[in-house]
Every structure is written in structure tokens, then in C-alpha cells.
């Protein structure tokens, strides 16, 4: 079992800026990747952005890429979403999930934490 814990959340004006981080505690040696995600009232889930713990490959979701920025802290179990440029379309409730294997998908979630981007 992981338990993920999201911190840094808040709110912000458009054009500001906010670090998330996600702490991973519990089986972190079954860690493959791990990923962001948000959800905003009445939408989908939608992708933000992940990063393997191994290599630090990235990903990012297209109405993110160029303002944020996925990184992690293998010693420490911990991946951070730096966001820049943020804009009121941003808000959402942001989680990290964890991904076990390649082959698994997302089989851990965070409780989230608010981002609230103001006009």
C-alpha cells in the first residue's frame, strides 16, 4: 500500500503562481511513475502531468505544457508541480496517483488538494 499526501494548494491570481508536492509513504519500492491530475466541478478527470521515478521522464497534458512543470525527489518519495503562468481555468482539485509498474495503470490516489485561480 502507498499513501499519497498533496500539499500547496491554494488560491492565486491569474498569472501567479503555485507549487504542489506529493508525498509518497507506505510500498514506495513498487513506484514506477508517478502523475498528476484535476478535476474540476461538473469535468472529467483530466491529466496533468507525470514523471517516472527511475529516469525522470515527463509528460504533460497539452493545456499545461510550457506553464508547468512536473519534478521529483526520489530520496525523499516526493514529486512537485510547479505552475507558472497559472489562469482561472487551472482551477481544479489537484491529485497525485501512483503508477506501480509500466503495465498498471494509476493504482494509488492522493485526497487532492484545492487550486483556485481567481480573474
Known amino acids: 500500500q502507498v499513501q499519497l499526501v498533496e500539499s500547496g494548494g491554494g488560491l492565486v491570481q491569474a498569472g501567479g503562481s503555485l507549487r504542489l508536492s506529493c508525498v509518497a509513504s507506505g510500498g514506495t519500492f513498487s513506484i514506477y511513475r508517478m502523475g498528476w491530475f484535476r478535476q474540476a466541478p461538473g469535468k472529467e478527470r483530466e491529466f496533468v502531468a507525470a514523471?517516472?521515478?527511475?529516469?525522470?521522464?515527463?509528460a504533460y497534458g497539452d493545456s499545461v505544457k510550457g506553464r508547468f512543470t512536473v519534478s521529483r525527489d526520489s530520496a525523499k518519495n516526493t514529486v512537485y508541480l510547479q505552475m507558472n503562468s497559472l489562469k482561472p481555468e487551472d482551477t481544479a482539485v489537484y491529485s497525485c496517483?501512483?503508477?506501480?509498474?509500466?503495465?498498471?495503470?494509476?493504482?494509488?490516489w492522493g485526497q487532492g488538494t484545492q487550486v483556485t485561480v481567481s480573474s
Open positions: 496517483a501512483v503508477q506501480s509498474t509500466y503495465s498498471s495503470g494509476y493504482n494509488y
Open positions: 514523471i517516472t521515478r527511475s529516469l525522470g521522464d515527463t
